[in-house]
């Protein structure tokens, strides 16, 4: 038996520790960016790295999901434990427990960058190196592991990322490799979509194990921020849904969903002329949302995604899972999902940005009445209701 207890890890596969790179570095990409209106990074920038930068395409990511396929996961009667957590590397971790898990938040947040698009260091606000946070688990008889995740950060993937793995007695398993933001810019915000994980435990029989959630940030002051969402060993494959904790959001989860004060000004014009016109015409009017908080909007997709796939709880037959099931298809009709075909947006959508408005409308020709106010529906046939300004 490998055992862990509760020390300090020695540290991800090897090849992560060479991917930094130096403050001179970016200065020298920020120099290059005033002559040259940014074309793309220099390449001798990519010496300090073990290999050439793969395509910038979604997230910079290889991930290895699994998730649950339909087949009964057995109650085991010694099933696996947390023994333990703990932290290493440049710290900035914080960590939380409840009745949904562990979550934990791994790496400097809370100071926005403040000069923009690939602008200079912001000095002291972000640490060189990786925060890390881990779990122990004494696997015992076996069981599943899941959580979710997502990552916040102000700077490109190519220089803040987070990576994900097990570290088991037969070698290390990666679950997330360079997680971040897609492209060379940085100083712009960026959130990925809170994913869902889960892990089946039973190979690693009357073993311990140790999961790994690594940060790795560059000093330059535009933070990243890799969290961990309600980790726990369960029965159903499938995690719970995150809770809401900011207090718009729960305003908003109560049922006080309409918020014109946070609309952009244009946009709160374009309202005003879009219901005036459609009362002129001797049409009906009825605003269903306007501006949505962050947290609020990424709750809306992740009910979609537990309900349909990747969760595919409508069809879930586990006993383990029948209790999450319910709770998350309440979600799906109290928040009027199913009236829509398309996917709601991530936690950077337009209702977020105060950018677009749902509206029920009868007996007025809508899309002209809406193109007199500079408003448009981007996805008639599967979203009819949504309305964004031009």
Known sequence: MTAFHNAAIIGPPSRHWSLTRSMSEKAACVDLESKLHHLRRPPQQWARRSEAPRSLSLFLVSIFVLTFDGHVHAQQANPAIITGTGSAGVGYVTVSSGANGIDAQVG?????????????????????????????????????????????????????????????????????????KPGPDWGTFFETPTVAFSQSLDEWKNQQVQVVFSVQQDGWGDQTMGEVIGLAIRGCAIPPLTPLTDPLSLSFEAGNTIDIGDLTQPMQVALACFQGACVMAGGTFTLTSAYRPSPYQSHLREVWDRWLAPGNLQSNTDPACQELKAQVQNEFTRHGLGASTIRPASGNGSHTRGLAIDVVTSGVAVDSIAATCQLYRPFRATDPVHFEHR
Not at 115 to 139: D, R, T, W
Not at 155 to 160: E, H, Q, R, T
């Open 108 to 180: 400097a947040w809370g100071t926005p960058y403040p000069y923009g698009p690939n602008g200079p260091p912001l000095p002291g606000v972000e640490p060189s190196g990786a925060s890390i946070f881990y779990v122990n688990i004494n696997v015992n008889d076996g069981g599943l592991l899941t959580f979710s995740y997502r990552l916040s950060t102000y700077d490109a993937g190519i220089y803040d990322w987070m990576d994900i793995y097990v570290l088991t007695p037969t070698g290390t398993v990666a679950i997330v490799s360079q997680l971040g």
